[in-house]
């Protein structure tokens, strides 16, 4: 059984705070690949800094020598968005022998009754919560349809030890990466602040992103 971790996001831009959190679900699950899922941005929501082509070519950048890691262009290439629990059920499907972890926030998990077909999505795949500045878990204040589903996944230890049906909640390092922030610098072009928080691999590719944008900017188009 191949333990995949799988962290999905806008990541616009991917940023070190993307680094820990793999860092340490690979450590602490002992996982043996994992996959960054760049999600497609639908038109109705904010558009990101960063096209679909950049944050991919941004996140390959960043991940670069990390062995087993590697980015999936699949929702960025299909122009729709796809939903955990579909996706989760894909890979199942074209990878029977693969236990896929899905990562996320406490933050969102703290949510999760509330995601498309949230409830299934211990069914079609395991979870992987991390710790979150100023997002703590108790169970007993939590809407009773999640309550239910902690009760009825949380893993006792951080084996993973089937296809599905498990929730680990990591005792990781918090990371308090603003990508907002980043974003907003980048928008100014101000890329020496917004190098602190991005991975040195691709910065220079950032860097000629934002000049072409200020020369198509000054040529008025």
């Given at each position: 059984m191949i333990k995949l971790g799988i962290l999905g996001g806008t990541f616009d831009p991917f940023h070190l705070g993307h680094l820990l959190i793999l860092r340490e679900s690979m450590k602490a699950l002992s996982l043996d690949r994992a996959v960054v899922e760049p999600n497609f941005i639908p038109y109705y929501r904010e558009q990101p800094v960063l096209s679909g082509d950049e944050?991919?070519?941004?996140?390959r950048l960043s991940v670069a020598g990390m062995p087993g890691v590697s980015v999936s262009d699949r929702e960025v290439r299909?122009?729709?968005y796809t939903p955990t629990?579909?996706?989760?059920r894909e890979i199942r499907a074209a990878e029977p022998d693969t236990a896929p972890v899905f990562i996320i926030g406490m933050?969102?998990?703290?949510?999760l009754h509330k995601?498309?077909?949230?409830?299934?999505?211990?069914?079609?795949?395991?979870?992987?919560?991390?710790?979150?500045?100023?997002?703590?878990?108790k169970p007993e204040t939590l809407p009773p349809e999640l309550r239910a589903i902690?009760?009825?996944?949380r893993a006792p230890d951080n084996r993973v030890t089937a296809h599905s049906g498990q929730i680990?909640?990591?005792?990781?390092?918090?990371t308090d990466i603003s990508a907002t922030r980043i974003r907003n610098l980048l928008r100014r072009g101000d890329l020496a602040e917004a190098g602190k928080y991005l991975a040195p691999a691709a910065l220079p590719r950032i860097g000629e992103i934002l000049k072409?944008?200020?020369?198509r900017s000054d040529s008025g188009e």
């Open positions: 944050r991919l070519e941004i996140c299909r122009g729709v629990y579909s996706l989760l933050d969102s998990f703290l949510y995601w498309q077909n949230g409830p299934g999505i211990p069914e079609a795949g395991n979870l992987a919560v991390l710790k979150r500045p100023g997002y703590i878990l902690y009760e009825k996944y680990f909640f990591l005792d990781t390092p918090e072409q944008r200020l020369t």
